[in-house]
């Protein structure tokens, strides 16, 4: 790890890959079982990407231990935490303050349902807080993918009373940045995995450095492997 490195964290927010447990939407029309492989693969691919970027990787997992979670992706985090709150916004908050409080400077939370966070992406959200004080990935469906603070900048409440899982969010989080003051850069958009139309739109624009995502959409008849290289 670079010397520079050493104030910079990526938060990683997933959910304990059990089939039943994550991508329910998704499960409806795949299975249990074939919507939890999807996931493991969109997080590997993540981490690659993390770790390309040779950035400190820190896992914050929905559980109250981290037994059940992959052995990559423990291996690949320099720390592993349960995430702490109830809302969405009280998570997020707490794994922010966490890297801060421990000297982190810098720090990118990416959410683990969207295939194309890319080193490109990563790089673009730790260059961007050394000008501006956040910088958001948008999602298509209204929300963000990736959000990046620096500590100067952080404020609780950007997070709180937003209407999470509706298509308001970003804007809502955007409203509040500007009533606190606080600077902000939108990254490129990223295309999240949720339903059967999530993939469709995906798979018009695969990420080429999703290797595992891709492939197990190959395998599964939703992607020629082609596609993967146009």
């Known amino acids: 790890m670079t010397p520079h490195c050493q104030h910079i964290a990526v938060a990683l927010f997933v959910r304990h890959p059990v089939p039943g447990r ?31 970027c040779d950035l400190p990787l820190y896992v914050f997992h929905d559980g109250a231990a981290a037994g059940g979670l992959p052995l990559e992706w423990l291996n690949a985090a320099e720390g ?8 969405l916004g009280e998570r997020m908050t707490a794994a922010f303050e966490y890297l801060f409080s ?26 961007s807080i050394a000008e501006h004080e956040m910088a958001f990935s948008p999602a298509f469906d209204g929300g963000y993918g990736l959000v ?25 989080t955007l409203e509040r940045c500007q009533a606190e003051g606080v600077s902000y850069t939108l990254l490129d958009p990223r295309q999240d995995i949720d339903t059967l139309k999530d993939i469709e739109a995906y798979c018009g624009q695969p990420s080429s450095t999703a290797v595992s995502t891709n492939g197990w959409l190959v395998s599964h008849g939703f992607m020629l492997p082609l596609m993967i290289y146009c």
């Open 22 to 52: 994550v991508k329910t939407r998704l499960a409806c029309d795949l299975g249990d079982g074939d919507a939890c492989d999807l996931y493991r693969a969109i997080v590997a691919d993540i981490i690659e990407n993390i770790k390309a």
């Open 148 to 172: 990046a603070s620096n500590k100067e900048g952080f404020r609780v409440a950007i997070f709180q009373n937003i209407p999470w899982s509706t298509s308001g969010v970003l804007e809502m």
């Open 102 to 127: 421990i000297g982190r400077e810098r720090v990118v939370l990416a959410g683990s349902d969207i295939p194309g966070i890319d080193a490109q992406l990563l790089r673009s959200a730790i260059a």
């Open 80 to 87: 592993v935490i349960s995430q702490a709150g109830d809302s």
